[in-house]
């Protein structure tokens, strides 16, 4: 799997948009990009994958630029319920037998 | 819904117990994985399985062991519990095919172990 850097934590208030940027140089042409939401108390969920332009869903955005070296997963007006720990990964997706590697994430707190 | 269950929220055990964490997956998914979790370390990799009565070590698998006698559960046992397992662990499935799949893990609610 490649490095992936993200910030440590992030403070943010009710109604506005987080956007979480993560760094992955390495990145290989075979490579999607996928993250995961860890609520308190909580195991870890997959909220989106990409491997190019822009992805959306009913929970986030993620938007890759062009060269795919970084990624930003977006968050529309956040509420207080969006307090959690956010992960990148990036990995080959052409295996079933995957055994996932979390860093320490971005901790996003969102305030009233 | 898949549902990944974890035989306790909160556990205590003394130093030298033997420990037994269970994990059940109701999806029929092949692939099994156990973690521990500690502040400012997240999420490390002990053991996992892609098949029945088959594991392998994770990154950290010192002092534990794994059972995976039938499909639907997963075992992670400590052989004689010390203070620095003390932790959070978590059991995860996923289907064993490619595409997104192999990177959605679903993860059941964890368990607080603290032995003292």
């Known amino acids: 799997l490649a490095k992936t850097t993200q910030p440590i934590s992030m403070d943010s208030y009710e109604g506005q948009e987080v956007n979480i940027t993560c760094s992955h140089n390495n990145i290989a042409t075979n490579d999607y990009i996928t993250w995961y939401q860890q609520f308190p108390s909580q195991g870890p969920r997959f909220i989106i994958q990409?491997?190019?332009t822009k992805v959306t869903n009913e929970v986030a955005s993620l938007f890759i630029p062009a060269d795919r070296k970084s990624s930003t997963l977006s968050l529309p007006r956040v509420s207080l319920s969006d307090t959690a720990v956010y992960y990148c990964?990036?990995?080959?997706?052409?295996?079933?037998?995957?055994?996932?590697?979390f860093g320490s994430g971005t901790r996003l707190q969102v305030q009233p | 819904d898949v549902k990944v269950t974890q035989s306790s929220r909160y556990l205590v055990k003394r130093t030298g117990e033997k420990v037994f964490l269970e994990c059940v997956q109701d999806?029929?998914?092949?692939?099994m994985f156990w973690y521990r979790q500690d502040p400012g370390l997240g999420l490390r990799l002990i053991y996992f399985s892609y098949d029945v009565k088959m594991k392998e070590k994770g990154d950290i698998p010192e002092g534990y062991s794994v059972s995976r006698e039938k499909k639907e559960r997963f075992s992670l046992i400590l052989e004689s519990a010390s203070t620095n397992q003390t932790s959070m662990y978590l059991c995860a499935s996923s289907l064993s095919t490619s595409g997104r799949s192999s990177y959605e893990q679903y993860f059941g609610p964890g368990t607080r172990l603290t032995v003292t």
């Open positions: 990964l990036v990995g080959d997706i052409g295996t079933g037998r995957r055994a996932l590697t």
């Open positions: 990409g491997y190019k």
């Open positions: 999806m029929d998914h092949e692939n």
